[in-house]
């Protein structure tokens, strides 16, 4: 039996950019996958690589959901699952989410450029609470000198161990050590800029962007030096770390810092209306632990009234007390912080994986079950995997956190939104029969709703919880500008560009490539809700599905912002774990993942670009901004 895709306008082009890789990984000219292959690969590794034990007819239902997208593992997964690079990596390779605190000099973030590195999305707590707890900087500290020869003090590995070495030893010497000076190093040993990568694919950033980093955090640190650095400095360091990261690069950095709601500079960070902001900072969402809104500072509306970007809400006390809304049965008390898109929440160093599931593609609520327990199991055994991190391969194999989602949500019947609260219920008891079976502990949360940009466009269905942006748009997507596939798009006829960055300069190692996109008739779209009907729905899957956390931007207009207060007021505390906000139009944001267009417009677009159906030559690339207000995880 043959099984036909139902690829959206853009869905066949998203997975070959995204997700096919070489049929041959030796082979430079090799074709790419096609998406039965994608597919076969990893129905393969679930058994041969994850050890699901899966049987035969298991094995074809869950190849079949795949193809019909009724379900699909995490983008990680399709791209990762089956390669050498599981072998190798283990845990890490398979991870969208990761977590930390700083608390400590070095480790925090050497953590974090790790796993940014590896290609998750990282948040972290920057309380004051938290980087209060540093040392002082070290008065005499100078920055690391390059020297680029053989008798350096330390020649950097051509790795990403040798990446992050570097960074430690930069940070060892700022708090650390009271000795005058530094440490000089070399980069003779990493490969140049454009250089093929293996593995993750793509090419080398070259030495550059790693020597302009670890000099601008030095200079960071030498601003306070005999004092301990602040919120936004830790701020700063992680932001410059994920610039180093992304440049040049297949891994797009995605964060989330998240601060004290009083802390007005951290709070001030990001007012690019201000001037005077460094660009870094565009890397990071950012968003304050308010456990009550009366505890947001004026400053914290600024964003909302287009001054800078808003800043998202982070509810820990609701986080750690319940799994879905009033059920204190999973309590989470070692939460401390969310993954960059405020799904999923997390402790220090730990680590999640996802899944999804079509809700408006599923045909029945046994149907859903089954997707979801399949699902369940590629997870549940990703988590069980060893680390190379020996912190977080503890807190992963303790909670065996996941995050089965679902999207399409605002498309789906009434009668697919009511499997939600039944089908929850048999998951967990499933958890608890097969945790017992395989001797795992019972996972601390199952479900979630994250934004579920770049999966929910492959069947063209709105992206978790969120209404249609639109009914005709342009759809923006970040491509490396030396990808072959820039040149596909040109010659098909779609708009490309050079990303601009928040300053006005233009980002010559990025470019944004712009798709004509729209939705079927009937679909509901965020011009037919108000910002409180969009809570209600957020609220409604947080009781009905999500023991983690729903994430979803909240589109607003400027005159809505009193009644959004007011039912923040009310509604807030005890029925939101995570939350943010974007202004529908007129946010400011340059070459937005999302632009309304008129029908006329729209077939404009149609009538002079060519439909991509078929791609021949290696197109493996970069992920779309999942997130509306910044960098969300890499596939």
């Given at each position: 039996?043959t099984i036909e895709t139902p690829w959206s306008s853009i869905g066949y082009i998203t997975y070959k950019r995204t997700y096919a890789r070489r049929l041959d990984e030796n082979d430079a000219n090799s074709a790419t996958e096609e998406f039965k292959d994608t597919v076969g690969r990893i129905v393969k590794a679930t058994n041969d690589q994850l050890g699901c034990g899966f049987d035969t007819e298991e094995q074809a239902r869950l190849e079949q959901y795949l193809l019909e997208l009724k379900g699909t593992v995490a983008g990680r997964f399709l791209w990762?699952?089956?390669?050498?690079?599981?072998?190798?990596?283990?845990?890490?390779?398979?991870?969208?989410?990761?977590?930390?605190?700083?608390?400590?000099?070095?480790?925090?973030?050497?953590?974090?450029?790790?796993?940014?590195?590896?290609?998750?999305?990282?948040?972290?707590?920057?309380?004051?609470?938290?980087?209060?707890?540093?040392?002082?900087?070290?008065?005499?500290?100078?920055?690391?000198?390059?020297?680029?020869?053989?008798?350096?003090?330390?020649?950097?590995?051509?790795?990403?161990?040798?990446?992050?070495?570097?960074?430690?030893?930069?940070?060892?010497?700022?708090?650390?050590?009271?000795?005058?000076?530094?440490?000089?190093?070399?980069?003779?040993?990493?490969?140049?800029?454009?250089?093929?990568?293996?593995?993750?694919?793509?090419?080398?950033?070259?030495?550059?962007?790693?020597?302009?980093?670890?000099?601008?955090?030095?200079?960071?640190?030498?601003?306070?030096?005999?004092?301990?650095?602040?919120?936004?400095?830790?701020?700063?360091?992680?932001?410059?770390?994920?610039?180093?990261?992304?440049?040049?690069?297949?891994?797009?950095?995605?964060?989330?810092?998240?601060?004290?709601?009083?802390?007005?500079?951290?709070?001030?960070?990001?007012?690019?209306?201000?001037?005077?902001?460094?660009?870094?900072?565009?890397?990071?969402?950012?968003?304050?632990?308010?456990?009550?809104?009366?505890?947001?500072?004026?400053?914290?509306?600024?964003?909302?009234?287009?001054?800078?970007?808003?800043?998202?809400?982070?509810?820990?006390?609701?986080?750690?007390?319940?799994?879905?809304?009033?059920?204190?049965?999973?309590?989470?008390?070692?939460?401390?912080?969310?993954?960059?898109?405020?799904?999923?929440?997390?402790?220090?160093?730990?680590?999640?994986?996802?899944?999804?599931?079509?809700?408006?593609?599923?045909?029945?609520?046994?149907?859903?079950?089954?997707?979801?327990?399949?699902?369940?199991?590629?997870?549940?055994?990703?988590?069980?995997?060893?680390?190379?991190?020996?912190?977080?391969?503890?807190?992963?194999?303790?909670?065996?956190?996941?995050?089965?989602?679902?999207?399409?949500?605002?498309?789906?019947?009434?009668?697919?939104?009511?499997?939600?609260?039944?089908?929850?219920?048999?998951?967990?008891?499933?958890?608890?029969?097969?945790?017992?079976?395989?001797?795992?502990?019972?996972?601390?949360k199952l479900t979630t709703v994250k934004p579920s940009g770049t999966l929910s466009l492959l069947p063209g269905v709105t992206p978790g919880a969120h209404p249609g942006y639109s009914q005709y748009m342009i759809r923006r997507i970040r491509i490396a500008s030396n990808h072959a596939l820039v040149d596909v798009c040109r010659q098909n006829g779609y708009p490309v560009e050079y990303q601009m960055n928040f300053d006005g300069s233009e980002d010559h190692s990025t470019v944004v490539v712009s798709f004509p996109f729209s939705f079927p008739e009937g679909?509901?779209?965020?011009?037919?809700?108000?910002?409180?009907?969009?809570?209600?729905?957020?609220?409604?899957?947080?009781?009905?599905?999500?023991?983690?956390?729903?994430?979803?931007?909240?589109?607003?207009?400027?005159?809505?912002?009193?009644?959004?207060?007011?039912?923040?007021?009310?509604?807030?505390?005890?029925?939101?774990?995570?939350?943010?906000?974007?202004?529908?139009?007129?946010?400011?944001?340059?070459?937005?993942?999302?632009?309304?267009?008129?029908?006329?417009?729209?077939?404009?677009?149609?009538?002079?670009?060519?439909?991509?159906?078929?791609?021949?030559?290696?197109?493996?690339?970069?992920?779309?901004?999942?997130?509306?207000?910044?960098?969300?995880?890499?596939?």
């Amino acid at each position: 039996m043959t099984i036909e895709t139902p690829w959206s306008s853009i869905g066949y082009i998203t997975y070959k950019r995204t997700y096919a890789r070489r049929l041959d990984e030796n082979d430079a000219n090799s074709a790419t996958e096609e998406f039965k292959d994608t597919v076969g690969r990893i129905v393969k590794a679930t058994n041969d690589q994850l050890g699901c034990g899966f049987d035969t007819e298991e094995q074809a239902r869950l190849e079949q959901y795949l193809l019909e997208l009724k379900g699909t593992v995490a983008g990680r997964f399709l791209w990762q699952l089956g390669t050498s690079t599981v072998d190798r990596l283990g845990l890490a390779s398979l991870q969208n989410c990761a977590f930390t605190v700083v608390d400590d000099p070095v480790r925090p973030f050497t953590w974090a450029m790790d796993l940014l590195m590896l290609g998750s999305g990282v948040g972290y707590n920057i309380q004051r609470k938290h980087v209060d707890k540093l040392p002082v900087v070290n008065q005499f500290f100078t920055s690391p000198k390059r020297v680029d020869t053989a008798d350096a003090d330390f020649i950097v590995p051509d790795s990403r161990e040798g990446w992050v070495k570097l960074l430690g030893k930069t940070l060892k010497a700022a708090f650390l050590s009271d000795k005058p000076g530094s440490f000089s190093y070399s980069t003779i040993n990493i490969r140049g800029k454009g250089a093929p990568i293996k593995g993750f694919g793509g090419t080398a950033s070259g030495a550059e962007i790693l020597c302009e980093g670890i000099a601008q955090i030095s200079d960071v640190l030498k601003k306070r030096k005999g004092k301990k650095i602040r919120p936004v400095d830790a701020l700063d360091i992680m932001n410059i770390i994920g610039s180093i990261v992304v440049a040049g690069n297949v891994r797009r950095s995605a964060q989330i810092a998240i601060g004290d709601p009083d802390d007005v500079e951290y709070l001030l960070a990001k007012r690019w209306d201000m001037g005077n902001i460094p660009s870094w900072r565009a890397m990071s969402n950012n968003s304050v632990v308010c456990n009550d809104i009366g505890d947001l500072h004026e400053y914290f509306w600024d964003g909302y009234e287009g001054k800078g970007e808003p800043y998202g809400l982070i509810n820990l006390r609701l986080s750690r007390k319940e799994g879905r809304l009033g059920d204190t049965r999973y309590a989470d008390p070692d939460v401390q912080g969310y993954n960059p898109c405020a799904e999923q929440s997390l402790a220090n160093f730990e680590t999640c994986c996802l899944a999804e599931i079509y809700l408006p593609n599923v045909t029945s609520f046994n149907e859903f079950v089954d997707i979801s327990t399949l699902l369940y199991r590629i997870n549940k055994h990703s988590l069980n995997l060893p680390c190379h991190l020996p912190e977080t391969e503890a807190i992963v194999h303790k909670n065996m956190r996941m995050g089965i989602g679902v999207t399409g949500y605002l498309q789906a019947s009434e009668e697919q939104k009511n499997w939600l609260e039944e089908a929850y219920k048999k998951l967990r008891t499933y958890d608890e029969w097969y945790s017992a079976k395989h001797e795992f502990n019972k996972s601390i949360k199952l479900t979630t709703v994250k934004p579920s940009g770049t999966l929910s466009l492959l069947p063209g269905v709105t992206p978790g919880a969120h209404p249609g942006y639109s009914q005709y748009m342009i759809r923006r997507i970040r491509i490396a500008s030396n990808h072959a596939l820039v040149d596909v798009c040109r010659q098909n006829g779609y708009p490309v560009e050079y990303q601009m960055n928040f300053d006005g300069s233009e980002d010559h190692s990025t470019v944004v490539v712009s798709f004509p996109f729209s939705f079927p008739e009937g679909t509901r779209l965020a011009a037919e809700m108000t910002a409180i009907d969009q809570l209600e729905v957020v609220k409604r899957l947080q009781k009905d599905w999500s023991d983690n956390s729903v994430s979803c931007t909240i589109y607003y207009r400027k005159e809505e912002l009193p009644e959004i207060k007011k039912y923040l007021k009310k509604f807030y505390k005890n029925n939101h774990k995570s939350l943010s906000f974007l202004l529908h139009s007129e946010h400011g944001f340059k070459q937005a993942p999302l632009e309304e267009i008129t029908k006329e417009e729209y077939d404009k677009m149609v009538e002079s670009t060519t439909l991509i159906t078929q791609i021949d030559e290696a197109t493996i690339g970069l992920d779309e901004d999942e997130c509306a207000t910044g960098a969300c995880p890499i596939r």
